[in-house]
């Protein structure tokens, strides 16, 4: 077994040398055989968290509350190739709650809690703070909020100390599946309500560096800029972590992080390119996992902006795109061929309408229809909150050149494209952006992508008849009933081409070559608490 890591601060490079140097010698273990860091898993991340509201989304906050709040219900969990593992939609397990039961008019489903499980404040989990964080959710109208709204959730209330009711404006498919996510998160509100004052009903100043969840872990200690420390919860209900401390530590440049990773400074890094990926490969000490995961690399077109407006000449766009020439350049062999507006790890996924193969005389042809015989100029603009958009970008104009289609690149900010492509806004004629549907259900993905109350629906596109099928969709429970409206709207979606179906990324994590368990979730974080060395 390894010797203990080396635990330093890692600000600059005379701080990553020294960190590399003290990891050439061999370190004592602590006299019983077992190393002294065997207990603390240290992660290299981008950023410390900027809060622990789970309806709040800042840098790191997503990764974090995923290890505090734990959700009402669960995904199953099943092995894929190469030793990782994988959620399985199609089984829900019990989490918080025990056992549920949906009404024969299927508008409200009554949910069993566990008795006996306390938050690290001592405190017992009971119906009160499940109606307590949902009504949270609700009066902050973010992103608990809106998982309430697309999964029907008219209100929650107390049944009794163990029972709570979620009371539905229509039948949902699509509940079950929401309530495995980290929002609404599930709070201690016997806790939390001590924190609150009449301007901050809700304690949401306490929570940017506190925790009070139900959760395996729970906030010990945020130092700003630097780091965040978490102790495993004494008072956890399930099997207890294996990690009794995780550090998170901010290193915000990538290729400190790989080497970090490799030198054994740090157990698990985030955010990789796939050239860094296939790099640690072949270190030692290190092992990269992979699975089909849910992340989405697009880029999309405004029906609204010229000469988009055509959709002919989105058409051309899509059989222009060299797909092979991206998957190899940009991905690295890692990605697959997106073929449509879901992922295959989603119910409901087919890709038999996808007609889009590189095809540059069908391209040219429906431009000439359009009335662009003679080309076409538009501007593709990308930001830096993907390691891949750049590399996206040039692939993309070298590509398009063939069938007369000349791309100009233009970066900008990535303030800029949060807010351009946000939904009050939506004014980018053409540009790169990802997606991933944190809930695998085809229905909740098309609404959040393909329809315009949708948050994730960035270049405006609009189709009366695809917004029908969906909402249709998502109040009947019949799975192949859905599936046959969710099939219209991807042939619809596929043809009106207002995106650039570029690639299925998956999900890849590095970690120490100690380390075991990994399971892939589709919000993309890793659970701390599934891990061991």
Not at 411 to 422: N, S, V
Request: hydrophobic share 35%.
């Amino acid at each position: 077994m390894r010797g203990p890591k080396l635990r330093v601060s890692l600000v600059g490079a005379a701080a990553l040398t020294l960190a590399l140097a003290g990891c050439s010698a061999s370190n004592p273990d602590d006299g019983d055989g077992g190393s002294a860091a065997d207990d603390t898993l240290v992660i290299a991340a981008v950023n410390v968290p900027g809060g622990f509201d789970g309806d709040v989304i800042t840098p790191g906050t997503q990764h974090t509350v995923t290890q505090i709040y734990e959700p009402l219900v669960n995904y199953g969990v099943r092995d894929v190739e190469g030793g990782a593992r994988e959620v399985d939609a199609s089984v829900i397990e019990p989490g918080l709650a025990e056992s549920w039961e949906v009404a024969d008019d299927e508008l409200s489903v009554t949910f069993k809690l566990r008795e006996g499980v306390e938050s690290q404040w001592g405190n017992e989990l009971t119906a009160e703070d499940v109606k307590w964080s949902w009504d949270k959710s609700l009066d902050q109208e973010r992103t608990g909020a809106f998982i309430a709204s697309v999964s029907n959730v008219e209100s929650v209330e107390v049944v009794d100390t163990y029972e709570v009711r979620f009371n539905l404006t229509d039948p949902s498919p699509i509940l079950l599946k929401a309530l495995t996510l980290y929002t609404p998160s599930i709070y201690d509100s016997t806790e939390m309500k001590k924190h609150a004052t009449k301007d901050d009903p809700w304690a949401l100043e306490w929570i940017v560096s506190n925790s009070a969840g139900f959760g395996p872990y729970y906030v010990d200690e945020v130092k700003a800029g630097e780091e965040a420390v978490f102790k495993a919860n004494p008072n956890y209900y399930g099997d207890e972590p294996h990690f009794s401390t995780v550090v998170y530590r901010s290193v915000p440049d990538a290729s400190t992080r790989v080497q970090l990773l490799q030198a054994g400074s740090v157990d698990w890094i985030e955010e990789l390119t796939f050239t860094q990926l296939n790099e640690l490969e072949t270190s030692d000490g290190v092992k990269v996992q992979s699975t089909p995961g849910n992340f989405q690399a697009r880029a999309l077109m405004n029906p609204n902006y010229e000469p988009f407006k055509d959709k002919r000449v989105r058409q051309a766009i899509n059989f222009a795109t060299p797909h092979e020439q991206i998957l190899n350049n940009v991905f690295a062999g890692r990605a697959q061929q997106s073929r449509g507006p879901l992922v295959s790890t989603i119910p409901c996924y087919n890709s038999d309408a996808w007609a889009y193969e590189t095809d540059v005389d069908r391209a040219k042809s429906l431009l000439a229809d359009a009335g662009y015989a003679n080309g076409v100029d538009i501007t593709l603009e990308y930001s830096g909150l993907n390691w891949w958009e750049e590399p996206l970008g040039i692939q993309l104009k070298d590509g398009l050149a063939k069938a007369g289609i000349r791309v100009s690149l233009k970066r900008i900010p990535d303030a800029d494209m949060t807010a351009r492509a946000a939904i009050t806004e939506r004014d980018l004629p053409f540009f790169t952006f990802y997606e991933q549907s944190i809930v695998l259900d085809p229905g909740y993905s098309m609404l959040l992508t393909s329809t315009p109350d949708g948050s994730a629906d960035r270049n405006d596109y609009d189709n009366p008849e695809v917004t029908k099928l969906i909402e249709q969709a998502n109040v009947i429970t019949d799975e192949e009933k859905r599936c046959e409206l969710i099939d219209e709207a991807q042939q619809i979606h596929l043809e009106d081409a207002s995106w650039i179906y570029s690639a299925e990324i998956g999900a890849h994590e590095a970690m120490a070559e100690d380390i075991e368990g990994w399971v892939w979730h589709p919000d993309n974080h890793e659970r701390w608490a599934d891990l061991s060395r």
